[in-house]
């Protein structure tokens, strides 16, 4: 008897243990889908937020003057190099062809298609959208979002709203501002280390980049500026596990956001090339 009580208890401890394993498994593959199901609803409750009175504007223009602060030097400085790297390249080649003076094409190109949104956007994720992840984040752990709710005050309206809204006019007029210094900064790279005519270059400016490239360069930055701000803040409002958790928050805000921009940029500029073609 003694023997038949173990086997049937071992049975029954192995079966325990292949529904734990089944249930956690469960748990890790729903839990994706639960972050992305928050993550509509968070998003589509602040964009409701921001369009509908009353308006937070002073932490509004809080965040738009920190956001620029943090952004516009950085943003300036990583948009030359980037441009002149691209301008290089292509007046290698086109030096190849004798077709030099068409520098200013390529550059234009690189500038207002790829260059422009991507440097501002960058920027504003790397340092403007992980302050706002950190700073949402360490007022959850303090229960401070808590305490509004208690109060009566919307938190995505009061705090949420604003940072989002300020993250997307940030990038789309930083986007203008760091798309004509690397054009500037193309031009004279081009025109006195690579001896390209000032006239060519100008001229090659317009052959090819129009105003609906300008346009779609446009809303690319306002929905990159979109959605890093609607990340860094759903992750600053659902932080968990203390300091530790509003860390990798942060991280996770900085790695999410540069793979959703990346896949937004390329939808959008394939949308882009088959309106304009």
């Known amino acids: 008897m003694g023997f038949c ?29 639960q972050s992305v199901g928050g993550f509509v609803a968070f998003s589509l409750d602040t964009v409701v937020t921001m369009v509908k009175p009353p308006y937070a504007w002073r932490e509004f223009l809080d965040q738009t003057a920190f956001l620029a602060r943090v952004a516009f030097t950085p943003a300036l400085m990583l948009s030359v190099p980037y441009v002149v790297l691209t301008v290089f390249t292509f007046n290698v080649l086109l030096r190849e062809f004798g077709a030099a003076d068409f520098s200013g094409s390529g550059a234009a190109i690189g500038a207002v298609n790829q260059i422009g949104p991507l440097v501002t956007v960058l920027v504003v994720v790397g340092a403007g959208a992980a302050a706002m992840c950190a700073d949402l984040g360490a007022r959850t752990i303090r229960e401070e979002l808590d305490a ?17 809204l300020a993250a997307t006019v940030v990038a789309f007029l930083l986007s ?13 790279f081009s025109v006195f280390i690579q001896q390209v005519t000032p006239g060519a270059f100008v001229a090659g400016l317009t052959l090819i980049t129009g105003v609906s490239d300008v346009v779609i360069s446009m809303i690319k930055a306002t929905l990159f500026g979109l959605t890093a701000g609607l990340i860094a803040c759903y992750q600053g409002v659902n932080v968990r596990m203390g300091p530790a958790g509003v860390g990798n928050a942060v991280n996770e805000t900085v790695v999410i956001s540069f793979v959703m921009l990346f896949v ?8 882009g090339f088959e309106v304009t073609k």
Not at 5 to 29: I, K, M, P
């Open 264 to 271: 937004i940029n390329i939808v959008i500029t394939a949308i």
């Open 5 to 33: 009580s173990t086997s049937s208890d071992t049975g029954l401890d192995d079966h325990n243990g292949r529904g734990n394993q089944v249930s956690t498994l469960a748990t890790a593959a729903v839990k994706p889908i």
């Open 176 to 188: 203008s501002v760091v798309t004509l210094v690397g054009l500037v900064g193309g031009f004279f």
């Open 148 to 164: 509004l709710r208690v109060m009566g005050i919307d938190p995505i309206q009061a705090l949420v709203a604003p940072r989002v």
